[in-house]
């Protein structure tokens, strides 16, 4: 059974920083590439940054230079660091495991953890 669980969210001071894990079990970790993904109410959901199994790295262009995405194959589990952070930062951020090429493999998500981003 796959399993995904982020930890980290809750609610911190305009400026602040915040740390998010999710564990991963059930997958072979260190052949997913990882992702971070946040919902805020009534928007899409967004692609905030991705890992590769060779450690590359992306981000999206609200995050870039404030968000670093890391991940530790040996506890299977990813990090979003999230500094600098901002009201419109404010969502539901969830991890999201999925193998390549993306059209062969399933995609796995956690259940999310909130952040929330207030003063």
């Known amino acids: 059974q796959v399993q995904l669980v982020e930890s980290g969210g809750g609610l911190v001071q305009p400026g602040g920083s915040l740390r998010l894990s999710c564990e991963a079990s059930?997958?072979?970790?260190?052949?997913?590439?990882m992702r971070w993904y946040r919902q805020a109410p009534g928007k899409q959901r967004e692609l905030v940054a991705t890992i590769t199994t060779s450690g590359s790295t992306n981000y999206a262009d609200s995050v870039r230079g404030r968000f670093t995405i890391s991940r530790d194959n040996a506890k299977n589990t990813v990090y979003l660091q999230m500094n600098s952070l901002k009201p419109e930062d404010t969502a539901v951020y969830s991890c999201?495991?999925?193998?390549?090429?993306?059209?062969?493999?399933?995609?796995?998500w956690g259940q999310g953890t909130q952040v929330t981003v207030s003063s």
């Open positions: 999201n495991a999925r193998r390549s090429p993306d059209r062969y493999y399933a995609e796995y």
């Open positions: 059930g997958i072979t970790f260190s052949i997913n590439n």
